[in-house]
Every structure is written in C-alpha cells, then in structure tokens.
C-alpha cells in the first residue's frame, strides 16, 4: 500500500537536489514545549537549512487570545506568508529540530488558508543532516509575494464544537499525547492545567505513526493499523487534539498522507479544554 498523496511529505534527498529551486521556499517551523529551556529563533540564527526562514507559531498567531499559538486571522495569515516571500504558486517546505513535531502544525495552517502546495520534510533537521547535508547560517531577506487566502473553516474545531461532540459522538476524537498525560498520570507541560483527556476520545501518541530510527513516517500500511487499533473506521468523520494543537497536526498529517483529507484538528486542545472549570474531563 502506497501513500495516496505522497507530495506531502519530501525526502532529504529531494530537497538537496533541488535546495536552489526558486518556487521552493524552506521554512523551520519548530516550536519547543515551555517546559524546555530552548529558543528555538536563536538556534535558527545559528544554523539551519540553506535559504530556509524561521517561521514562528507564536508570533503567527492570534495575539489577542490567552491560548498559545492560535490560528491567526486569514488577513494576517496572508500578511505572514507574503511577508516570507511565499506566494500562492511556490512550493513550500517545513521542517523542525525534532525530526517530525511541530513542522506539522506549519503544513496545517498552509492547508487551513487554501495552500496545497506545502510538504513537510520527512526526518526534519536530523535526517537532513544524518544524511550528510550540511547548515549555514545566513539570513536572506525574502521579496514580498502577493497570499491569497482560501479559508478552510471544514479543517478546524472550536471549543463549541467539542462541546457538542462529547454530546454527540459525530466525528471521533483522537489526542495526540503521550499515554500518560491522557490518562492523567503524567503532569502537563503548563501550569494551571487538569490532568486527563475529553470524555469519548481516544488516545493515539504521536510518536506511533513515526519511525524510532529517523522519525520518519511509517508506511501507509502501518499507519492505518495505527489507527485502526483505536478507531473502527477511518472514513468516518475525525477530529485531533493534543496539548496546544501542535502534534495533533501530526495525526492529521498521517490521515492525509493515507488519503483523508478532511480531518480537523481542534485548535485551542487541552490548553483550552484542560484550563476551563466547565469542561468535562476523563482520567482513566
């Protein structure tokens, strides 16, 4: 079984053939968890991918909510990207320090404002240099392109919506984290969360879909079994979750390659649904 929309992801190789590609634009889409004491602009600034821009989830953003890296407005969404020199015809690549982590959530919001033509780099920074590419540390200074957005409004849950779906149980939720910040034995990353997961979801860490060698993606075969151990359909409707709506793009990012192209992933996840006093919450 082969991956039935295998452009979304790119292979180190590829891209090193063709690193020089004008209607390719590289963007290091990582993000760190805030109980890690890492920046990762300033390890941009120290090296990256050639021609690659840092693309920042929490300057990217809606500034005014109180949750971490919420979808910006589609005006500024166009702002971000034009900004970078991203127009609707190039092609753009995103990839993280981890291998596969938050280069996802990139690729979703590319997906969510209308643009098709983004792949995620199948390894991310340590297959690329596993592989024996190299790093620079130049700044380029993009010229500006005209974004169109096409918002998606299909790709995304809002905390009314999950809300209704525990009620309703019409789309099936699945939440990216590690077992044991689901069933609430570990501790969440951020204060002033609950431990535990949204009544009738299911729990699918995103680490399962992913090689142990080179965080690479598992075959599509493997994939699906990966989600047909927790789920008894994936043509139904699906919607992920995670901590903040990172990994969660991860799961998604799995089911697209598989050929469902439709799932959501619920925006504000646990950083919402975890820190509201009238949400209900499961921790077993």
Known sequence: MTYKNPNALMSTEKLSENIDDPNIVILDGTYHLPNVDRDASDEFNNGHIKGAQYFNIDKVCDLDSDLPHMLP????????????????????????????????????MFRVFGHDNVSVLNGGLPKWLQDGNTLNSDIIVPTPQLFKVNYREGLVRHLSDIFDLVETHDEKIIDA?????????????????????????????????????????????????????????????????????????????????????????????WSEWGSLSETPVMNN
């Open 73 to 108: 407005s589609p005006d500024k969404f166009a702002e971000a990207a034009g900004s970078l020199g991203i127009s609707n015809e190039k092609h753009v690549v995103v990839y993280d320090v981890y291998g596969m982590q938050s280069a996802a959530r990139t690729w979703w």
């Open 177 to 269: 984290r590690t077992s044991g910040r689901f069933f609430g034995t570990e501790p969440e990353p951020r204060p002033g969360m609950r431990s535990g997961h949204i009544p009738g979801s299911v729990n699918l860490p995103f680490g399962q879909l992913l090689s142990l060698e080179d965080k690479t993606f598992l075959s599509a075969s493997e994939i699906e079994k990966q989600f047909l151990d927790v789920i008894e359909d994936i043509d139904k409707p699906i919607v992920t979750t995670c901590g903040s709506g990172v990994t969660a793009c991860i799961l998604a990012l799995a089911l697209f390659l598989v050929g469902k192209e439709d799932v959501a992933v619920y925006d504000g996840s």
